[in-house]
């Protein structure tokens, strides 16, 4: 009973971590950047949501579809676009076991809310 018990709470952790402890080495880059650096994007987030906001040149393979089609992504150093922190995490983790070098990574949403939140709190200062 207790064997069994600690396996799961093992179990427990380990899908914990591996969807919300940060990925190593990555690094938040701006759209600029990967123009100037010729860098491969792969959008990881929804059709629906890649939709209303296009990555170019890139292509777009949400999470779920990650290990599937693997195989259409070019072996270069890769941006990906993800929506929100835990998709980041698990898609980056899926890309690095398959052998893709990932670099860093963008959430679209994430800065725009960051540079309202920045001008709101100048203007309540100013």
Same mark, same amino acid.
């Given at each position: 009973?207790?064997?069994?018990?600690?396996? !799961?709470?093992?179990?427990?952790?380990?899908?914990?971590?591996? @969807?919300?402890?940060?990925?190593? #080495?990555?690094?938040?880059?701006?759209? $600029?950047?990967? /123009?100037?650096?010729?860098?491969? =994007?792969?959008?990881?987030?929804?059709? &629906?949501?890649?939709?209303?906001?296009? *990555?170019?040149? #890139?292509?777009?393979?949400?999470?779920?579809?990650?290990?599937?089609?693997?195989? /259409?992504?070019?072996? $270069?150093?890769? !941006? =990906? !676009?993800?929506? &929100?922190?835990?998709?980041?995490? *698990?898609? =980056?983790?899926?890309? @690095? $076991?398959? #052998?893709?070098? !990932?670099?860093?990574?963008?959430?679209?949403?994430?800065?725009?809310?960051? =540079?309202? /939140?920045?001008?709101?709190? $100048?203007?309540?200062?100013?």
């Amino acid at each position: 009973m207790i064997f069994l018990s600690i396996c !799961v709470l093992i179990c427990i952790i380990n899908f914990l971590l591996s @969807r919300y402890y940060p990925v190593y #080495g990555l690094h938040d880059i701006d759209k $600029k950047e990967i /123009e100037i650096n010729n860098q491969f =994007v792969i959008d990881i987030r929804d059709y &629906n949501e890649a939709y209303k906001d296009p *990555v170019y040149p #890139g292509i777009n393979i949400p999470t779920a579809y990650l290990k599937r089609y693997y195989s /259409e992504i070019p072996n $270069k150093d890769l !941006v =990906v !676009v993800a929506s &929100n922190c835990m998709e980041r995490n *698990v898609g =980056v983790r899926i890309l @690095r $076991k398959k #052998g893709f070098n !990932v670099i860093g990574y963008t959430i679209p949403f994430q800065k725009e809310k960051r =540079v309202k /939140e920045k001008q709101i709190s $100048k203007e309540r200062y100013c």
